[in-house]
């Protein structure tokens, strides 16, 4: 699959995963066959690494006139390799698999490979990176083909509490989230029984526990480094062992030092200590149980249960950061109480135990400190219009009023509350029995409008905005959808809004242009668009919990027996985010054309590239590739294809 063109003198960057990155642009070089496709080695060591903050080679303007770059062979492949003035190895770009497309890049440091991305099914992006030799053992898997890691294949203990630790330094949860083990690890490692369940809930707690001490602690800052990692030697916990099925490998204690420079506050550097806890070994892969504690001035730690040795009852001289009061700590068990007792309740046990936590939740509010007060009103509105939307707490708007009210001088705050009011409200009374839909809606995008007016510069404005965006493109008013999606990705550009509203104004402009898409079968297999050109080609979107995507499906085999394949080609992009349940849905009903499926459903690249905000939807283009329809409906299809293809 050709992402890039080389022509003569010039190159032009397509894009092929919603936006132009340096994985991609490696792939030019192994699908050029002419001479004069050679990059140059100006070119070459301009690619960079996917993932930031990786120490490699780089050279000097002089050194770089003595690099070289040559085609070399390598295993039963073939990469392009950058040497140094003095014959030294400082990049590599390889094709593994002799599809002459770049599937790899590797980058050197003193002679040693110390980082690769790589590309493993083959869909020219890369969704892996590996670190080696000196750099580390680390592996990170893109599942989704988003750019961010959502697992580690490989992980040290020491790469596992620096990972926590950079967690906590920027407060993103989902650098810690992706370390902890699920129940299936658990069980993978050897846990069972009434220790499985143990483990299980305290894993719970640390996702919830994070949260709170990265938003509050103020001791780790954007001048903190990782040290080291301070443990006894890892013991076994031997099969047998009440709760173990079978050998598991852990370390008890585990301390990661810090070093944080003047920059953040202080007079001067200083070293410091965060309490890691107990780190389990599953696989390849070390990982937390417990959300990590962040020393303070005075006061003690409290130290999780270990595997090898009881509470000592003595801490290190430290407190958890932040401080919790006993009042808060009582809570706290109450709410993981409930948590737990959710996952078995029925719908009326479910309201019930909602209506608790909303309580409990209001009384950490008040017992909260200034510090973390934000943060429980934040995780309040969550939790309430969840509640709402769900059904399962039918006064949470009246409660959302009152939090609004309570927070009005607290700009970012009420603006956090009164977005999720405005979300709720309309769940809220789209669900009332005889709801007049049209008068709903308008009154939603009335309160957003007004939102927007007086928070324009919050973080939900996007949302909002895409809302109203959505609103005014299927009520034909494209013109203004543009005009709101076009704000958003100025206004926003890094939020996940703004993606969406990229995808759409391209949707938008793309009839009479090419469209570029990618991405790989639900058999594992490169799919292309661009490969397809010679044939009209139907994109259907669609999943198999859309009952109308369903009935499209019927009339478009009906339409592809009529044609046969060889005059027209469909292409299926199912947007299901249970991968298990599309795959038992297509070997049930087996569907003769291509499947493209990746993690991520209506949130996903797949979906955020063309701005794909409902289902079903087609695209139909003609044999040069080019879009002659962006929002075909099924009745309109025959008639189409008709325009398009020769009478079969």
């Known amino acids: 699959m050709t992402l890039f063109h080389i022509n003569s003198a010039k190159i032009v960057v397509t894009r092929c995963c919603g936006f132009s990155c340096t994985a991609c642009l490696a792939v030019a070089w192994l699908s050029a066959a002419a001479p004069a496709a050679q990059p140059t080695v100006d070119y070459a060591l301009g690619l960079k690494p996917f993932q930031k903050n990786i120490d490699y080679d780089q050279l000097t303007p002089e050194e770089t006139k003595l690099a070289t770059i040559k085609m070399e062979k390598e295993g039963s492949g073939t990469a392009w ?24 890049w590797s980058y050197y440091k003193d002679g040693f490979e110390v980082y690769r991305d790589i590309d493993s099914n083959h869909n020219a992006k890369a969704d892996q990176s590996r670190w080696l030799h000196a750099a580390g053992s680390r592996w990170g898997v893109d599942e989704d083909g988003n750019g961010v890691f959502d697992t580690w294949k490989s992980i040290s203990a020491e790469e596992t509490t620096a990972e926590i630790i950079e967690a906590l330094r920027t407060r993103d949860v989902a650098i810690f989230n992706r370390l902890l083990p699920s129940k299936a690890d658990l069980e993978g490692a050897g846990f069972e029984g009434q220790r499985l369940d143990e483990l299980t809930a305290r894993v719970a707690a640390a ?36 709760g173990v099925g079978k050998d598991v490998a852990a370390y008890d204690n585990v301390v990661a030092l810090v070093d944080t420079d003047a920059r953040d506050g202080a007079s001067k550097s200083k070293s410091g200590q965060v309490y890691i806890g107990s780190l389990v070994r599953f696989g390849d892969a070390w990982r937390p149980i417990d959300a990590p504690q962040v020393p303070g001035d005075e006061g003690e730690i409290s130290e999780p249960l270990g595997f090898f040795s009881p509470r000592s009852g003595v801490g290190a001289v430290a407190d958890a950061s932040p401080q919790e009061s006993e009042q808060i700590k009582q809570l706290m068990v109450k709410l993981r109480d409930i948590e737990g007792k959710m996952v078995a309740s029925d719908a009326a046990g479910r309201k019930a135990l909602v209506l608790e936590q909303t309580v409990l939740l209001t009384q950490v509010v008040a017992a909260a400190d200034a510090s973390e007060k934000s943060f429980w009103i934040k995780q309040l509105a969550e939790t309430v219009a969840a509640a709402v939307q769900d059904g399962t707490l039918p006064d949470g708007i009246k409660k959302l009023e009152q939090l609004a009210a309570t927070v009005a001088a607290d700009e970012p705050l009420e603006a956090f509350v009164m977005f999720r009011l405005a979300s709720a409200r309309y769940a809220a009374n789209m669900q009332q029995p005889g709801a007049e839909v049209d008068k709903v809606q308008a009154a939603w995008l009335e309160e957003l409008q007004v939102f927007v007016d007086k928070h324009p510069s919050a973080p939900d404005a996007a949302e909002a905005m895409l809302q109203m965006g959505i609103a005014d493109e299927f009520t ?3 013109k203004e959808a543009l005009q709101r999606y076009g704000l958003i990705v100025k206004e926003f550009p890094d939020s996940s809004s703004a993606k969406k509203a990229r995808g759409a104004t391209r949707r938008l402009e793309s009839v009479g242009k090419l469209l570029e898409l990618s991405g790989t079968s639900i058999d594992g297999k490169p799919v292309s668009l661009e490969s397809l050109r010679g044939t009209p080609v139907l994109v259907h979107y669609w999943a198999t919990w859309c009952e109308p995507c369903k009935v499209d499906v019927a009339q478009i085999r009906e339409l592809h027996t009529k044609y046969g394949p060889k005059k027209f080609v469909v292409v299926g992009i199912t947007l299901d985010s249970d991968k298990a349940q599309l795959t038992k849905f297509l070997n049930s009903k087996p569907i003769p054309w291509v499947q493209i499926h990746e993690a991520g459903g209506l949130d996903g690249r797949l979906a955020e590239e063309l701005g794909v905000l409902t ?22 299809l025959e008639k189409k294809l008709d325009s398009l293809v020769s009478p079969p």
């Not at 140094?84 to 590599?92: D, T």
């Not at 695209?619 to 409906?633: H, I, P, T």
């Open 207 to 242: 996702r919830l526990d994070f949260a709170r001490i990265a938003a509050a602690q103020k001791q780790l800052g954007a001048g903190t480094k990782w040290n080291n990692m301070l443990a006894s030697q890892p013991g076994i916990l031997p099969a047998g062992t009440a």
């Open 476 to 478: 034909g008013r494209e």
């Open 81 to 104: 390799v950058v040497r140094g003035p003095r014959g030294e190895v400082l990049r590599a770009f390889a094709d593994t698999n002799g599809d002459r497309v770049v599937d790899r």
């Open 615 to 636: 289902l079903p939807t087609m695209f139909l283009l003609d044999a040069d590739g080019k879009v002659v329809d962006r929002n075909l409906s099924i009745t309109d």
